[in-house]
């Protein structure tokens, strides 16, 4: 894996364990000389690492890319994620997002909205 020295608490990682077991997962601390970082499994091709805190090397973790969640069903899980796990910092940018959303909505048509029955150019002879 790729070391990344940018590495903060809350990123969400991938890498091996000191097993060599595949985890991917969020870092609960990263160590004052940014060497070890503690990450919370959520997932792992090996089920007993699931749901525990390992610390590893920070050279066998890669950085996921941050994703830009603007569906409302997905902000409103993740806000009852943040409170479960009591961390306002990320409860209330959520609902900052949450918010900005229902003040600026994307519209959201289908084409099947603005399709006419049956099709008028198809007869029309274009041969004239």
Do not use: C
Request: charged share 30%.
């Amino acid at each position: 894996m790729a070391g990344n020295n940018q590495l903060n608490n809350g990123d969400w990682v991938q890498g091996r364990s000191r097993d060599g077991e595949l985890i991917h997962g969020y870092i609960e601390t990263v160590s004052a000389n940014r060497e070890i970082v503690k990450v919370n499994v959520v997932e792992s091709d090996n089920e007993k690492a699931v749901g525990k805190s390992i610390s590893i090397p920070s050279k066998w973790t890669e950085k996921l890319p941050d994703l830009e969640i603007s569906n409302e069903s997905h902000l409103l899980a993740l806000i009852d994620l943040a409170l479960l796990s009591k961390d306002e910092t990320w409860f209330m940018e959520l609902s900052g997002k949450l918010e900005s959303i229902k003040i600026h909505p994307k519209i959201n048509i289908r084409k099947s909205e603005f399709l006419i029955p049956g099709n008028r150019i198809g007869k029309l002879d274009l041969n004239r």
